[in-house]
């Protein structure tokens, strides 16, 4: 169990309309698709397709969405030994994309705020877990299972998304912090420092990762900066590129890659997953074909 996903899991609904609707108005679309979600799962799902043996733990409702929810990790093979069955509505997000392939999304949480780090047992947070962390589930629970896998030597990746509070002492006990500019900017706002790489990295004493887009990401570690461009690819949809960008990243850490060869592969998955509508995460052999 290499990767280890504690997160949101979703079931999407995904409308392609010509433009996104402004405040008060309604825009339609000729229909809409139904799609596995979340950004726990589809990172988890990003991890497995790029050939990481991958677990998830987190939580659904006993309702018809979780079937929707959870088919993606079914499809990739994740494990789901530990996830939980709650009395709360699955979660589910409504994305708009428009033609240029920018997006709106609103969320519900549902089950998302039951999901607890005791779901995740001491043993499997050891030296040869990659844990991977978002900002979907309860900050507290996030916290919690992160200075757990500290204390067993866990290697840890929290992805600071949507923006939002998280537990000072647990910041600072991450490996890797990856967030994109706006999450970035947030971040420094709080502390006072750049947005960059290597402020967040001087502020917080741990490694930072920022995705920039069209230009590239940038990272900042002990070791020293880090850069990677951009693979240019003609976007339709936006949606779950950075959950690809983090899964693959995790992915290819775990299997040894040093980090500047993580980060090319993952901006290469990125990549591919805006070509595609919804959170739609590519397979090993495709991103290793963009890689040439």
């Given at each position: 169990m290499p990767v280890l996903v504690f997160g949101s899991v979703n079931a999407d609904l995904v409308f392609a309309l010509p433009v996104l609707p402004a405040p008060g108005e309604t825009v339609l679309a000729p229909g809409y698709a139904t799609l596995p979600g979340g950004k726990g799962a589809n990172q988890a799902v990003a991890a497995a397709q790029d050939g990481a043996p991958?677990?998830?733990a987190g939580a659904v409702g006993d309702?018809?969405?979780?079937?929707?929810?959870?088919?993606g990790l079914r499809e990739a093979g994740v494990e789901l030994g530990r996830l939980a069955w709650v009395p709360e509505p699955t979660g589910c997000a409504a994305i708009a994309v428009d033609r240029a392939g920018r997006n709106l999304i609103l969320g519900g949480s549902g089950a998302n705020q039951s999901a607890r780090a005791a779901q995740v047992e001491d043993a499997a947070l050891n030296p040869d877990t990659v844990l991977v962390l978002q900002r979907e589930v309860?900050?507290?629970e996030n916290a919690a299972l992160i200075l757990r896998a500290r204390a067993r030597g866990a290697r840890i990746l929290l992805n600071l998304a949507p923006a939002g509070e998280v537990a000072p002492e647990a910041l600072?006990?991450?490996d890797l912090l990856v967030a994109n500019e706006h999450e970035a900017a947030w971040l420094a706002g709080q502390l006072g420092c750049g947005?960059?790489?290597a402020s967040l990295h001087r502020a917080l004493g741990v490694g930072v990762a920022v995705t920039l887009g069209e230009a590239g990401a940038a990272a900042a570690t002990a070791a020293g900066p880090l850069r990677v461009p951009a693979f240019p690819v003609r976007a339709v949809d936006t949606?779950?590129?950075g959950d690809a960008w983090c899964g693959v990243l995790a992915a290819a850490l775990d299997r040894g890659l040093p980090l500047d060869a993580a980060m090319r592969r993952a901006s290469a998955a990125a990549a591919i997953a805006c070509t595609r509508p919804g959170a739609t995460m590519p397979r090993a052999a495709e991103t290793a074909a963009l890689l040439g």
């Amino acid at each position: 169990m290499p990767v280890l996903v504690f997160g949101s899991v979703n079931a999407d609904l995904v409308f392609a309309l010509p433009v996104l609707p402004a405040p008060g108005e309604t825009v339609l679309a000729p229909g809409y698709a139904t799609l596995p979600g979340g950004k726990g799962a589809n990172q988890a799902v990003a991890a497995a397709q790029d050939g990481a043996p991958t677990a998830f733990a987190g939580a659904v409702g006993d309702d018809a969405l979780a079937e929707v929810a959870l088919r993606g990790l079914r499809e990739a093979g994740v494990e789901l030994g530990r996830l939980a069955w709650v009395p709360e509505p699955t979660g589910c997000a409504a994305i708009a994309v428009d033609r240029a392939g920018r997006n709106l999304i609103l969320g519900g949480s549902g089950a998302n705020q039951s999901a607890r780090a005791a779901q995740v047992e001491d043993a499997a947070l050891n030296p040869d877990t990659v844990l991977v962390l978002q900002r979907e589930v309860p900050a507290a629970e996030n916290a919690a299972l992160i200075l757990r896998a500290r204390a067993r030597g866990a290697r840890i990746l929290l992805n600071l998304a949507p923006a939002g509070e998280v537990a000072p002492e647990a910041l600072r006990a991450l490996d890797l912090l990856v967030a994109n500019e706006h999450e970035a900017a947030w971040l420094a706002g709080q502390l006072g420092c750049g947005a960059d790489a290597a402020s967040l990295h001087r502020a917080l004493g741990v490694g930072v990762a920022v995705t920039l887009g069209e230009a590239g990401a940038a990272a900042a570690t002990a070791a020293g900066p880090l850069r990677v461009p951009a693979f240019p690819v003609r976007a339709v949809d936006t949606t779950g590129a950075g959950d690809a960008w983090c899964g693959v990243l995790a992915a290819a850490l775990d299997r040894g890659l040093p980090l500047d060869a993580a980060m090319r592969r993952a901006s290469a998955a990125a990549a591919i997953a805006c070509t595609r509508p919804g959170a739609t995460m590519p397979r090993a052999a495709e991103t290793a074909a963009l890689l040439g």
